[in-house]
């Protein structure tokens, strides 16, 4: 299982970012598979997942209605879209996956992560 994130960059407040996941090794659908995101100096948290049993989606309460997580089972990727960002969401954020498909519930429910793609919300 490899996952690799890219799309990651400097963005002023209120900008827009779309992140990309490319995986490999697994199908997407068989997996609970999403985004979390570790900002400076705090643990990592949930943003955005897919359950892999019934492909429902879950979003963190501080980015629902800006956020859009999407995911091609064509070409195997998993897409984050940001809109509207805000200061404090500067982190690293990480794409992970879960092969029970019942990851969703947190980071340590994640068996797989990327390296992480940095986002930086700045003026």
């Known amino acids: 299982v490899q996952l690799v994130e890219s799309g990651g960059g400097l963005v002023q407040p209120g900008g827009s970012l779309r992140l990309s996941c490319e995986a490999s090794?697994?199908?997407?659908?068989?997996?609970?598979i999403g985004w979390f995101r570790q900002a400076p100096g705090k643990g990592r948290e949930g943003v955005a997942c897919f359950n892999g049993w019934d492909g429902s989606t879950h979003y963190a309460d501080s980015i629902k209605g800006r956020f859009t997580i999407s995911k091609d089972t064509t070409k195997n990727t998993l897409d984050l879209q940001m809109n509207n960002l805000k200061p404090e969401e500067t982190a690293v954020y990480y794409c992970a996956a879960d092969p029970t498909g019942l990851g969703c519930s947190g980071p340590s429910a994640m068996d797989y992560w990327g390296k992480g793609t940095l986002v930086t919300v700045s003026s």
């Open positions: 090794g697994f199908i997407l659908d068989d997996y609970a």
